[in-house]
């Protein structure tokens, strides 16, 4: 099971780190994703990291803004993200998957879910 928290309404320009408690089953081997979905928007990845040796993916829109990371200890992995801005509002989901490789930017290899937190940036 995947179990996203931290999200809540925040103001532009400050920072935010949403986690991602992974619980139930090992998913060392797994590809950890971040997707988010704003109202009225199909749901968008965001970035993506390996469990195994913590290579990061990331969105063109967000490099730069947006950081993956992983906490082995804890079984969690992370999105922190800088300078928020109003269009960052949205659901943010973390996905497990067992591939690798360009296709980790589309849902599809993910088969595990989170149930999503929102994130709401005021202006």
């Known amino acids: 099971q995947l179990g996203e928290s931290g999200g809540g309404l925040v103001q532009a320009g400050s920072s935010l780190t949403l986690s991602c408690a992974a619980s139930g089953s090992t998913f060392s081997g797994y590809t950890m994703g971040w997707f988010r979905q704003a109202p009225e928007k199909e749901r968008e990845f965001v970035g993506a990291i390996t469990w195994r040796n913590a290579r990061t993916y990331y969105a063109d829109s967000v490099k730069g803004r947006f950081t993956i990371a992983t906490d082995n200890a804890k079984n969690t992995v992370y999105l922190h993200i800088n300078s928020l801005k109003p269009e960052d509002t949205a659901v943010y989901y973390c996905?497990?998957?067992?591939?690798?490789?360009?296709?980790?930017?589309?849902?599809?290899?993910?088969?595990?879910w989170g149930r999503g937190t929102q994130v709401i940036v005021s202006s």
């Open positions: 996905a497990a998957s067992l591939f690798i490789g360009a296709q980790i930017r589309t849902e599809y290899p993910y088969a595990y």
